[in-house]
């Protein structure tokens, strides 16, 4: 019997995961997709924006969540499990895609895959590594990092690299592509600098792709067959070297309300909020006043952007809910009393 591929599918806070898998299921051809999602706070925002794609090569019951805790930290209770469901089913998958959240390490969920009764029935297709190109030439990961750089800088006792910087090495270094996002929004000679700064963290013989809007042939990204879980001793991770791992320089939150009056008011707020308060992320579905659709907003440091994916069924009802990430400390009563005088 042969064994099911999966791929996996890393990148930090706002690389665009999300719509890199839209764009997959969008174009599947034919093939039957399971998908594993991570998500990153309490409530599983990337799944509902997902299940908007409404496409049959991976209907709703085939989209899997897992919330509340780091895939790499829960591998046992919660991922191991999910798995076995969808090997047994009587008719599964023929490709499974797994997206880590922006905090997930790799190499722990690729080393799952040795599990004996997993390991026979399959295997890691390919580690996809999605990088924000435009973050990347500024200097960043994932959004503007001063605010870290400077409490590092003030810090006597820091001898050893942030964790963002980890968690951005930690990807690259278990990848077997990586794919440049947004390379529309970087000069030509900026994205060759970049390229360059992704090559020297890789494996030899690792792919770098570009990408706008996370469209990639699905060509491109299946079928890789790296056989990845029998290949970790090439892939170099700090928990190998002794290190910890640690979430807790996250926090995270959800708001949720009603419809919203004004958009573009909402819209103006939420820039505010994320300069004042340092926010990293903000993405979820809204509820626009006079509008029969609900809006999908990602916000990624000071871009934001948003559409509208769906019409809102009959039986749901028309909410906004908001995931909010930044770093530990976050002002979560100042943020929520500021966006809720633009949220019914």
Request: glycine content about 8%; some cysteine.
């Amino acid at each position: 019997m042969s064994k099911i591929p999966a791929t996996v599918i890393t990148g930090f806070l706002g690389a665009g995961k999300t719509t890199l898998i839209r764009h997959l299921l969008q174009n599947a051809k034919g093939r039957r997709l399971a998908l594993i999602i991570n998500e990153f706070g309490d409530v599983g925002v990337d799944a509902e924006l997902v299940k908007g794609c409404n496409d049959e090569a991976c209907p709703e019951d085939d989209i899997v969540e897992l919330a509340n805790g780091c895939i790499c930290c829960t591998v046992a209770d919660d991922f191991l499990p999910t798995m076995m469901k969808l090997l047994d089913r009587p008719n599964p998958p023929e490709h499974i895609i797994i997206e880590t959240s922006g905090l997930a390490l790799p190499k722990p969920l690729v080393k799952a895959f040795q599990w004996p009764d997993i390991r026979t029935r399959a295997t890691v297709d390919g580690v996809v590594a999605l990088i924000d190109a435009d973050a990347v030439a500024a200097g960043r990961f994932a959004t503007d990092e001063a605010a870290l750089a400077a409490a590092r800088a003030a810090d006597p006792t820091l001898d050893h690299d942030s964790p963002l910087e980890e968690l951005f090495e930690e990807q690259l270094a278990c990848a077997d592509m990586v794919v440049l996002n947004k390379t529309d929004l970087v000069s030509p000679d900026a994205l060759k600098a970049v390229e360059k700064q992704v090559d020297a963290e890789t494996r030899p013989g690792v792919k770098i792709i570009r990408a706008d809007h996370g469209a990639v042939d699905i060509a491109a990204l299946l079928g890789i067959t790296a056989a990845a879980e029998d290949d970790l001793d090439s892939r170099r991770s700090h928990i190998d070297d002794g290190e910890e791992h640690d979430h807790d320089d996250f926090d995270s939150f959800v708001q949720t309300g009603g419809e919203v009056p004004d958009l573009d008011a909402l819209l103006a707020r939420m820039g505010e909020v994320i300069a004042t308060h340092d926010v990293l992320r903000i993405k979820g579905m809204v509820a626009v006043a006079g509008k029969p659709s609900r809006l999908v907003i990602q916000a990624v440091g000071p871009r934001i952007q948003h559409f509208y994916d769906r019409a809102w069924k009959g039986d749901e009802a028309r909410r906004t809910s908001l995931v909010v990430i930044g770093q530990k400390g976050l002002d979560r009563a100042a943020i929520e009393a500021e966006l809720g005088t633009v949220i019914a």
